[in-house]
């Protein structure tokens, strides 16, 4: 059997009920050409124009984005701008308002622009990626889709697979990864400077607006996942080292008044490495700075953290002005997205460097628990996978994030990548909590293709039996991009509340040098790409308020200032029951049952549940009740007209299920990983396209006397035919056909 369809007791059961076979569907894209009879296009709720009402903006607090002429906007965002490098402009032009159909209205490219490969020189940039951007903004545009710009990574992939020693940047060339190097050495830093400068300062040739001058430029970011706080800190190559120990040695020369002051304040402690003469003194390891110390060698890994701090938050507020004031740029900037070696200890030193710029954020996948070669970037048949749902493993949330006071904040990577089988609950979740928490806009990472990613395999790689490795990253696909349409509509129509803020935790600067635990801090968040660094293991994070409350309601910090006015909630511990495995936001709209798995959010103008229902199989809510034989699903009933769905003349009911290729096999399996056993599966088979579906098992009541029409809708969003109603009294009665994804309620013949 393969994992994640119904048992067959299960499907026998609703034989019986509804004296019909289900069968799996299979999930084809019928195509689409934006006629006006869709029942389903999420395009009205953008601009005509994204930016024609100016640049984004902040609200008067900081916290929330606005549009020009002060209205509130909220993102529903994804990653999928070199995506488009190959699609020609019809392509690229319908991609665009596929995207904003399905509620879109922020795109980001995430690239470099940096020479790229062997015989480049530094100040010399990649024309055809910056041709690309170009593109990209005007196509997005059009269809009132904003964009974000990410212009760099340090990875090696983005250097063209090599780093030419013609660049001069000391100690690095073939295909060394440029982690750290642009926070010390300058002649990186003003090539950056250079090749940003052409690409905000040349007039785009598709709008005739150089991107300084463009508002459909929401969000520039500086750069991508890099920092000092994280391991490859340790990793520097010998050459950036004695850099960052010159610098360090003038900066505790001018704290201390001289490196001989310096030593009597670390108790005379010097380190192998130290050369005072030379104007050089050595750094701790990342390794060392979580541990815990005592006496000089505390006071000196103080120094080198805030020395850290200093240098990092010193550049991006070197870059941010260089934007600002240089280039003219009038979008706001996000300094970097990146995690750090210990959550714990050092994500609010890493968030602290961002105080210099509007936007502070993230990178934070919900992980699949994916093992095997080159899992990095494919799933291959004898790969292993846990595959655990979020609803049982809420500490795990992306937007579980402590957030800072006074500015907004973003997740610029996400989501449930392949091979999670319970991708339906990932936009539900999202669009609930990241409403409740002011959060302001999730990328879903990645969309690969035009629409939907018709061979979501790497052809090169079929093996002799006919496989193929499978793409683990794309997100164009049935449990990906067809479930945004009831969750961005919720989230940008703002149906769920805001709470009041559960935790404002206000930091003295002094601990954070010293690295102290704050009162809460965010679980570990683990990425194939990067955590899987030799003799690093990375525990819980130790939290004194239970890390449940960032599933209560807003959760924020203050970077310098006084720790008694630190502010928790005397309702947070009647939201959390740890013996139910329970929690309940503090606007009582959200509720989780984590131990079951189920979730439930309910607001005047938008209810749904999601989880393993087969647990049960009947519930109630306020607008509606539902009786299901499926046993993991996801149902939401969005409002279509703003009204409350007792009164709405239009709802969308959505419905997501799990979705496998056909021929997908797997097997339960045990597996043993840097000596842990896990308990998950071992793939057989990646399949084959189409996607198949587990059928829809509903029966839905509704408790709106307005409705007097369904109509099921195909995978583009419009009507296939009606479904059968039953009046009553307080509203109508119906069966979702077992191919349901989207069906819409109406008052009267659509």
């Not at 953008?46 to 509130?72: Q, T, Y």
């Not at 939401?636 to 007792?646: N, V």
């Amino acid at each position: 059997m393969k994992s994640g369809f119904l048992p067959l007791l299960m499907v026998t059961f609703f034989v019986q009920s509804c004296n019909v076979q289900p069968e799996p569907w299979e999930f084809n894209y019928p195509g689409d050409d934006f006629k006006d009879n869709a029942l389903l296009d999420l395009r009205y709720l953008n601009e005509d124009e994204a930016g024609m009402h100016g640049f984004i903006g902040l609200s008067e607090d900081g916290e929330s984005f606005i549009r020009g002429d002060g209205e509130f906007i909220r993102f529903w965002p994804v990653n999928g701008g070199g995506s488009t490098r190959g699609m020609s402009d019809e392509e690229l032009a319908w991609h665009a308002r596929f995207l904003a159909k399905q509620g879109v209205n922020m795109n980001r490219w995430h690239g470099s622009i940096n020479p790229s490969g062997k015989g480049t020189e530094l100040f010399e940039l990649d024309t055809a990626e910056v041709e690309a951007i170009w593109r990209f903004v005007a196509a997005m545009k059009k269809e009132g889709i904003y964009s974000t710009i990410s212009p760099f990574w340090a990875h090696n992939g983005h250097m063209g697979g090599w780093v030419p020693e013609e660049w001069g940047i000391e100690g690095y060339s073939g295909n060394d990864a440029l982690w750290e190097v642009m926070y010390f050495n300058d002649r990186l830093k003003d090539a950056y400077k250079q090749w940003v400068k052409y690409l905000y300062t040349k007039e785009n040739p598709y709008t005739g607006i150089a991107l300084k001058d463009e508002p459909a430029v929401g969000l520039i970011q500086i750069k991508n996942e890099d920092g000092v706080f994280f391991w490859t800190m340790q990793g520097i190559k010998p050459e950036l080292k004695r850099l960052v120990g010159e610098l360090f040695a003038d900066w505790a020369a001018d704290k201390y008044g001289s490196i001989e002051k310096a030593y009597r304040a670390w108790d005379d402690l010097h380190m192998e490495g130290d050369d005072p003469r030379d104007g050089i003194l050595d750094i701790y390891p990342t390794w060392n700075l979580l541990q815990d110390v005592s006496g000089g060698t505390a006071a000196r890994m103080a120094d080198q953290t805030e020395f850290f701090a200093y240098r990092q938050r010193k550049f991006y507020d070197e870059i941010h002005d260089y934007y600002r004031n240089e280039l003219g740029c009038s979008q706001l900037i996000n300094p970097n997205n990146w995690k750090t070696a210990s959550p714990a200890k050092m994500n609010d030193l890493e968030r602290y460097t961002y105080l210099g710029c509007e936007v502070p954020a993230v990178n934070r996948y919900f992980d699949p628990g994916h093992y095997g070669e080159n899992n990095g970037w494919r799933i291959d048949p004898g790969h292993f996978y846990q595959g655990r749902s979020c609803l049982k493993n809420p500490l795990k949330l992306p937007v579980n994030v402590k957030q800072t006071a006074g500015a907004p904040f973003i997740v610029t990577e996400s989501g449930w990548n392949l091979p999670h089988v319970y991708q339906s609950e990932a936009p539900a979740l999202i669009s609930a909590y990241q409403s409740l928490t002011g959060h302001d806009a999730y990328y879903w990472f990645y969309i690969t293709s035009v629409n939907y990613m018709e061979f979501p395999y790497f052809e090169f790689t079929r093996d002799s039996l006919g496989r193929h490795a499978m793409n683990r990253w794309t997100y164009s696909t049935p449990g990906g991009i067809a479930q945004f349409p009831a969750y961005a509509l919720l989230f940008r129509m703002g149906y769920i509340s805001q709470g009041e803020t559960v935790v404002h935790e206000i930091r003295r600067l002094d601990d954070m040098w010293e690295r102290k635990l704050p009162l809460i801090s965010e679980e570990t968040s683990f990425d194939p790409n990067r955590d899987q660094l030799d003799d690093i293991t990375t525990g819980k994070a130790d939290s004194k308020i239970n890390p449940y409350a960032f599933l209560t309601g807003p959760v924020k910090a203050t970077y310098g200032g006084d720790p008694s006015e630190t502010y928790v909630s005397k309702k947070l511990p009647g939201l959390i029951d740890m013996e139910e495995g329970t929690v309940e936001s503090v606007t009582g709209e959200l509720f989780l049952d984590h131990r079951n798995g189920i979730f439930r959010f309910e607001s005047p103008k938008a209810a749904g549940i999601s989880g393993f229902l087969g647990h049960e199989g009947n519930y109630d809510l306020k607008d509606f009740s539902l009786e299901t034989y499926n046993d993991y699903i996801t149902v939401g009933l969005i409002s279509m007209d703003d009204l409350p769905l007792s009164e709405s003349n239009k709802i969308l009911v959505q419905t997501g299920t799990t979705y496998r290729p056909t021929g997908w096999e797997q097997e339960p399996f045990e597996f043993i990983n840097n000596g842990d056993t896990l308990q998950g599966f071992k793939i057989r088979d990646t399949g084959r396209m189409p996607w198949l579906a587990e059928p829809t098992m509903v029966q839905l009541t509704v408790n709106n006397k307005n409705i007097e029409k369904a109509y099921l809708l195909d995978l583009a969003g419009y009507p296939v035919r009606e479904i059968d109603l039953r009046k009553l009294p307080e509203g109508v009665k119906l069966k979702l056909p077992p191919e349901s994804l989207y069906v819409v309620l109406a008052k009267k013949r659509q």
